[in-house]
């Protein structure tokens, strides 16, 4: 299995919702990234988790909330967004950071 | 100036056709090089990956890194519409330091390939 998969694909949600995307791989990888990209740009990192522990947060306002419940699932909580958070979030993954990283799909989120 | 600067097009080019994407970039700590397709509405997908300077070829994909210059190419033999995307170069620095693992990414070149 070398795949990295996202749930949901799409996601609407009001600014005052909460919800969860998901994140999951089984190739054995021990890093795990989330990224945002926004239309026409290049996806900017959000945080990175190394073995199972958070290693870098990018400043990311606190109404993301990341969570590594182990070391195939990888969680980004939403809360209180903004319009401008609208995005596509994506999920990556690598056999210890610092090697190539491989890419989920995405989850497409849209904040009304 | 941006650490990695890519031409982001549009390109277009006839099928057939061998096509040159290229980055060049500032931050001389970078030795992990990357490129990546990312087709509309999806995930990137990662093509090439290679450390430090040389060349590397996987079927109709060649990448070349010049660390002297601080340039990268990604040339594509006999395109084909299926390689219709937006190609991202990606880089990142070797261990120590707290941007390891961190990827830095060119704009993105938009190529179509067209029959």
């Known amino acids: 299995d070398t795949e990295v998969t996202q749930t949901p694909k799409h996601l609407v949600m009001g600014m005052t919702n909460k919800k969860s995307l998901k994140c999951e791989q089984h190739?054995?990888?021990?890093?795990m990234y989330w990224y945002k990209q926004k239309a026409k740009k290049p996806p900017e990192l959000m945080f990175v988790?190394?073995?199972?522990?958070?290693?870098i947060n990018e400043s990311v306002p606190s109404r993301f909330s990341p969570e590594c419940p182990n070391s195939s699932l990888l969680n980004l909580h939403l809360h209180a967004l903004q319009p401008e958070d609208s995005a596509l979030y994506l999920c990556?993954?690598?056999?210890?950071?610092?090697?190539?990283?491989?890419f989920g799909p995405g989850t497409r989120l849209t904040v009304l | 100036q941006k650490e990695v600067e890519q031409d982001p097009g549009p390109l277009s080019v006839p099928e057939g056709a061998i096509v040159s994407l290229n980055c060049t970039y500032s931050n001389s700590a970078f030795q992990y090089f990357m490129w990546y397709r990312q087709y509309s509405r999806k995930g990137p997908e990662l093509l090439m990956y290679t450390y430090s300077s040389g060349n590397k070829e996987d079927g109709r994909f060649t990448a070349q890194v010049d660390k002297s210059s601080k340039y990268i190419s990604l040339f594509i033999r006999d395109s084909q519409p299926s390689d219709s995307a937006t190609y991202l170069c990606a880089m990142s620095p070797n261990a120590g330091g707290t941007s390891y693992g961190k990827l830095t990414f060119g704009q993105g070149t938009i190529l179509t390939v067209h029959p």
């Open positions: 190739m054995g990888h021990r890093a």
């Open positions: 988790y190394s073995y199972e522990k958070l290693s």
């Open positions: 990556a993954s690598s056999q210890v950071v610092g090697n190539e990283q491989f």
